[in-house]
């Protein structure tokens, strides 16, 4: 994967973020503290069978563990991601770095669990680790062709909406990635349908604790539009059709609205985020 290639696909982002010190970017989360690996993978997959192929594993990792890969990512990247795309650094190859070695491993060992069970021998082999200030965010694109089905996305540190679309008819293909028109921060009137102009107030923390616990998940907008909220520790598995025929992207906004327990919308704050994409890239004949 070359550096132009995802210009191509997702911008050049160098014009709109004027946040320049990439290691505030991963400056959050991290602990110094020398934690056993031993990642806890929760059991709970929800999935909507509107968006086939679609999974969240809401407690994939334990707070200690994402304290763990946090430091590691964080420690990882360092501050050369000046070097590559802004806010993204990437991994190539078998063996994956030490601190994250195990977490892969869980995630296989989940596609093993499934019925059917996946390919043995899709063992992930690309990490993609990418950094969010408030305001960043990423087109809505379909991830590569050159990756094999099955993707999972890990959250850190920061709660953050993704939002889920249909990718046009138009240019629905499997044969080359797509990229959509960057998403702005939430207009009221499109995703909500009624005009107001009463902006909801803040989540408070323990609202977005409870968010984190057992909140709604998925929030519908149109039959081909929804979004998710990734919590941090969460696992996204993109497989099938939310892998081929749908798209993923993050606004460009420094708040999410969200609806809580209770059906009142709130913002929620953005917060530094970063994630890690799992994958693998398949072998050239
Ligand atoms: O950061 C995320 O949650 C998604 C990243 C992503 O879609 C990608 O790197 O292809
Ligand atoms: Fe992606």
């Known amino acids: 994967m070359d550096r132009d290639e995802y210009r191509e696909l997702f911008g050049d982002d160098d014009d709109d973020d004027d946040n320049s010190d990439n290691d505030d970017l991963f400056d959050n989360g991290g602990s110094r503290d020398n934690i056993p690996a031993a990642p806890s993978s929760d059991a709970l997959v929800l999935r909507d069978p509107s968006v086939p192929g679609l999974a969240l594993l809401p407690h994939f990792i334990s707070p200690t563990d994402q304290a763990r890969v946090s430091f590691g990512l964080h420690e990882h990247v360092g501050g050369s991601l000046t070097a590559g795309v802004r806010n993204q650094s990437m991994h190539f190859g078998l063996p994956l770095p030490p601190w994250i070695a195990d977490i892969a491993a869980s995630i296989h060992a989940h596609f093993q669990s499934l019925d059917p069970p996946r390919d043995p021998a899709h063992l992930f082999d690309q990490l993609i680790m990418n950094g969010y200030a408030p305001g960043d965010g990423i087109v809505p694109h379909v991830d590569l062709v050159r990756f094999a089905d099955g993707v999972a996305v890990l959250s850190l540190d920061a709660p953050l909406v ?37 902006v909801p107030p803040v989540a408070t923390d323990d609202e977005i604790a409870e968010l984190v616990a057992a909140g709604p998940w998925t929030h519908w907008v149109t039959h081909d539009w929804a979004r998710v909220l990734l919590v941090p520790g969460s696992l996204l598995v993109l497989e099938g059709d939310a892998r081929w025929r749908w798209a993923h992207g993050i606004r460009f906004a420094t708040e999410d609205w969200w609806p809580m327990l209770s059906g009142e919308w709130r913002l929620v704050p953005r917060r530094p985020r970063s994630s890690i994409t799992f994958r693998k890239l398949i072998p050239d004949e």
């Open 162 to 198: 993704m939002d889920v679309t249909r990718v046009p008819p138009g240019d629905q293909q499997a044969e080359r990635a797509y990229a959509g028109e960057r998403l702005g921060p939430v207009d009221s009137v499109e995703l909500f349908g009624t005009k107001t102009d009463d």
